[in-house]
């Protein structure tokens, strides 16, 4: 590979005591800072970010902190996401007032002090000259980082500084216990403190877990454990998770049990595809994020070949480098490689089409590559072929990014400026609509217009229980939709011959005029009701037990065609009815088990035909009994309400053994 060169190449690694080079870390740190603020500049100036209701939320969270004294501790309608920061924005705020611009701003600082950090932590290891190089690949780095460094969703990028700046803590720490032991006091504490802010932040601080446990054992181990170290590392630990554990009392450790710590249900080979092939790619600048487009012709090999020459290169600096620290380091680097994608298979909520649960390798992947580029700094041909690589991967992926600046997962671009001025032309000041759209439109309208999710699936996700509250008592609120959620509308709305009014704007259609008992049914299940056509739902095949013990539970896979326009929203769920053969019902209620998504890819229709693995509870008398199996719209109506057939399957409920 490119860094078997020479084995004497390797003591450039102990640049740190400026034998070699003279460490000008400040004047790194002002070309790091320049740069990074231009590419940041650049990628929003090409329409790269988008401001979505993810910022959204957390605006509108800092703007609660700063006008209305609220300091939530989580996320609104999360029990995770520590709200550092919509706090520091609710400063940022302050001093530059409410915007998308102040947003920014705000998140761009983190951004650049994350890649300060990084560059701290590559100058700790390797040196400046490492140090310099690996900041430069961050600030004119792979799309991804900028696109996730910028737009951040209230935690990813605090949750990137935070992580580095632990990573650096570690290496002060093997550096002062090298020289005296015992001597790390104040390591220990700002090392709890910000290990304990990055667990508030977010659960993928885990992955610093196994890194601080390599530091341990393969460093000084016995500093680790005098009292003098652990004190303040676990008081800083408590002091940093004070509010998530505050939090977790009062609410029985829900943050334990939220749907981003679920574990993989997918088979692991499927996960792993996913991840060499596009995850790991459009991590490193291969691919463009949410658009499977290649950032040039075998992008994604080099990707893949660049991560496995810094693999390479981390094993054998742990043996090679010039000081013990550089070891320690490579060692911490190849552990945050490993165990990073690990965690990210483990996890159910990784998506590999916006990786941004793989963010942390960056910690690991910058300040090798700095060190691989500054250790073939007198090998001219392979150091250009190496920062070829590395530049086709950063700057040429920002020029192939997606623009993303009025997008918000609809078919079309949608300036929500023109959407708002649109509403407000109309005299529209309260309006249900995506989750997609409706957080953006609060925040950038200045809370002109208020706007609560409203829809199937993600597009009905409240998070805001102030505004929903507010569009509920809203005697003639608007409704702005599109695609499926505006035909499900529409069919409902014609169906029962409901009067009102439509109008396009901006793409959407804007719906006015709603009756107040169809305004009441529809708050009522916070969905729009199906409305199938006869015919619309035919049951396949049922497979299962005929035979059940009273009290025991069974599965059966049960397999239906929708031959509806459209897939059933999220409100929908299978579920069954217990009737004797006589007809009459012996229990009335089934569990409930949610359809699968209709959709991996935009373009998929995997809803036509539907598998669905239920679990039954034979909670009946001994007998025989027809299992009916039915859809229900929640808090709607069953399926056999619309005039639908539901399926029947033959049970015979035995007793229970003794």
Known sequence: MLFFAHGRSFRRLALSDGSRLKPRPWATAALLTAVASASALAFELRGRLPFTSDQGIISLMAVDILKRGVHPIFCYGAEYGGTLEPHYLALVFGLLSPSATAFRLGVGLLYVLSVLAISWVARLAYGERAALFAGLYCALGPAFLLYKGLTSDGAYTSLLLLLAICLGLLLRIEDRLSGEPGSAPLEFGLLGLAAGLAWWVHPLALCLAPVALVACLRGRTRGWFQARALLPLAGGFLAGALPWLWQNLRTGWASLHVAEMAPATAALRQRAIQLVGRGLPTLLGARAVWRDTATFPGARVVALLLLAALFLFALFALRRAGSHLGRHASALFLTLLVFTPILCLAVARTNYKEPRYLLPLFLGVAPLAGALLDSLWSRRALCALLAAFLLALGPLSELRATRFKNWERTWFESDPYKVIAGLRARGVKNVYASYWDAYRLDFLSGERVAASPFGSGAAGLVRDARLRDRLDHTPAPGFLLCREDLNRLAAY??????????????????????????????????????????????????????????????RYRVVFENRGRQPLSSNVHLSYHWRRLDGGMARADGERTPLPPTADEWWEDPWRVVTVDARVLADVSPGDYALVFDLVDENVSWFEGYGLSPAPYGVTVTAASP
Do not use: N
Request: proline residues 10%; glycine residues 12%.
């Open 493 to 554: 709305l014609a169906k029962g011959s409901v009067p009102y009014r439509i109008a396009p704007l901006e793409g959407f259609s804007l719906i006015t005029g709603l009756p107040q008992a169809t305004l009441a049914r529809l708050r009522g299940c916070y969905c729009i009701p199906e409305s199938p056509a006869p015919g619309a739902i035919v049951w396949r095949s049922i497979d299962g037990r005929r035979q059940l013990a009273t009290g025991a539970a069974a």
